[in-house]
């Protein structure tokens, strides 16, 4: 069974400055998939980057980016330039690529506040 | 598009009543899941489909009932509802491999469920 660790309940930043969320798991697969989804007060979950396990290169999208490190199993995210509407919860999550049922296994969160 | 929607959004039971959680999905999904995300525990997978007419068990289904009759629908029962049912629910929906962003899972806005 795979499992995500997100070892951080709570982070806070200054706007306008750079922040690192951390996450690890366990799995003993070889070919997977990792998310960060953002889940800010209106509960929507948001879909803020994902990494396929067989790239080497980084995932980037405009302010985010991970740093992924495959054989230490940890998945972080960096958030650059934080704004106010970037307060939210974050969860990592897994998800095992080609198998049968697409599942997401979650990390129980961190809360990110971005102060002004 | 609609995208993933959810009937109703809130809700309020006493121990021992029955209900229906509604989602529906209007981008031909194939694949379709019901979360529960309580307090510090991330979010957990109750049931999931790969298809119209089949049901499968995730981490966490006891008292919990699904069916799919329409491929856009996925139906979650609560038979007897539990306070400890008391939880947000989040239904979800993604495509099979070989589509475009098949990894990718769509939620829904949320239902928050109340049992007393």
């Known amino acids: 069974a795979q499992t995500v660790t997100q070892s951080q309940p709570e982070m806070s930043v200054q706007e306008a400055e750079t922040v690192t969320l951390s996450c690890t798991y366990d799995t003993s697969e070889n070919n997977y998939y990792l998310f960060w989804y953002k889940q800010p007060p209106s509960r929507q979950m948001i879909l803020v980057i994902r990494q396929e396990a067989y790239k080497q290169q980084n995932a980037t999208e405009n302010r985010f980016s991970v740093n992924f490190q495959k054989a230490a199993k940890s998945f972080s995210l960096k958030i650059s330039d934080s704004q106010l509407g970037d307060t939210a919860m974050y969860f990592c999550a897994f998800m095992i690529r080609g198998g049968s049922n697409y599942k997401l296994t979650f990390g129980k969160g961190t809360l990110l506040t971005v102060n002004p | 598009n609609a995208g993933v929607t959810q009937t109703p959004k809130f809700r309020v039971l006493k121990t021992g009543q029955s209900m229906t959680l509604l989602c529906a999905q209007d981008?031909?999904?194939?694949?379709m899941y019901w979360y529960r995300q309580d307090p510090g525990m991330g979010l957990r997978l109750i049931h999931y489909s790969v298809g119209e007419g089949t049901t499968a068990k995730g981490e966490v289904p006891d008292g919990y009932n699904v069916s799919r009759l329409k491929k856009q629908n996925f139906l979650l029962g609560l038979e007897s509802a539990a306070p400890s049912q008391t939880s947000v629910y989040f239904c979800a929906s993604s495509s099979p491999e070989g589509a475009p962003r098949t990894d990718t899972q769509y939620f829904g806005p949320g239902t928050r469920l109340t049992v007393l």
């Open positions: 981008m031909n999904h194939e694949y």
